[in-house]
């Protein structure tokens, strides 16, 4: 499916958050993962982790999160895209069928560290779009996140990689492939 949020809107700055943080944009469920994500920001306690999103999980994770790590719960339209902007990448730790954030993430030129499974194998190019990190726990996560600070993203790979996920592209393949259909009734 195309990304439906509409990375040109309007930006509403996080007041007190200075840019260069790590993003976790997740429902906060156990299938998600998003405890690993935040006890992997124990291992790097110079690098802001900011979390956004709402569920069952959010007291347990509050518990674990090391200082570095900021709660926002629900985000406007508007924080989410100066969120996706001034953030130095997206992690998304769940078991996934599809998985939007890193396609989120890619509108904004943003690249994302994810779990290697599911959906993310197919919208995350190894060293170009993004990095994978192979089990859903800390140490993993933190490993990751150390790589990322020895790798540079080319903003032109970053983008044509958005563009698969652009609505006008998926009308394009939609019509191919209705128009294959057709030919061989």
């Not at 690098?47 to 007291?59: H, N």
């Not at 060293?127 to 800390?138: A, S, Y």
């Not at 020895?150 to 191919?176: P, V």
Request: glycine share 8%; hydrophobic share 45%; proline share 6%.
């Amino acid at each position: 499916p195309p990304l439906l949020f509409d990375p040109t809107g309007g930006q509403q700055p996080i007041r007190d958050l200075d840019q260069g943080f790590l993003l976790c944009v997740s429902r906060l469920l156990p299938y998600k993962n998003v405890g690993a994500v935040v006890q992997a920001a124990a291992f790097h306690p110079d690098r802001q982790l900011v979390v956004v999103g709402e569920g069952p999980m959010l007291s347990t994770y509050r518990a674990q999160a090391p200082s570095n790590v900021i709660f926002l719960g629900r985000v406007s339209d508007a924080q989410l895209r100066w969120l996706y902007a001034c953030c130095d990448a997206n992690i998304s730790a769940g078991f996934e069928d599809y998985g939007l954030t890193p396609i989120e993430a890619l509108a904004f030129g943003k690249p994302s560290l994810v779990l290697r499974f599911g959906g993310f194998l197919d919208t995350v190019v190894e060293g170009e779009t993004g990095l994978f990190f192979d089990r859903p726990d800390p140490v993993s996560v933190a490993r990751a996140i150390s790589t990322l600070a020895e790798c540079s993203f080319a903003d032109e790979r970053l983008a044509d990689h958005a563009q698969r996920y652009s609505i006008a592209e998926f009308k394009s393949k939609l019509r191919r492939v209705v128009a294959d259909v057709a030919a061989g009734s």
